[in-house]
């Protein structure tokens, strides 16, 4: 299991990274996706979410803000 954990994995990786995070989600257990951000190190960037894999008030929004930040992201490398 060691080898298939994403946050295991991440400790390896040195280019930045952008990580949507959701606070909420049915399928992805949050503290899975936050162990992955964490693991990154400084090479981590987190946009956090209110929720994922679920539809909420707000979602268009904060969906286009993640593509603003995702786009911001690829501009700086």
Do not use: Y
Not at 1 to 15: E, N
Not at 23 to 33: G, H, R, S
Request: charged residues 15%.
């Amino acid at each position: 299991l060691p080898f298939f954990d994403a946050a295991v994995a991440a400790r390896h990786i040195r280019q930045p990274v952008l990580v949507a995070a959701a606070l909420f989600d049915p399928v992805v257990p949050p503290p899975a996706q936050f162990a992955i951000h964490n693991s990154l190190g400084s090479s981590g960037t987190l946009f956090a979410l209110t929720a994922g894999h679920f539809d909420h008030p707000g979602k268009d929004d904060e969906e286009a803000r993640l593509r603003a930040a995702v786009t911001s992201h690829f501009s700086l490398l």
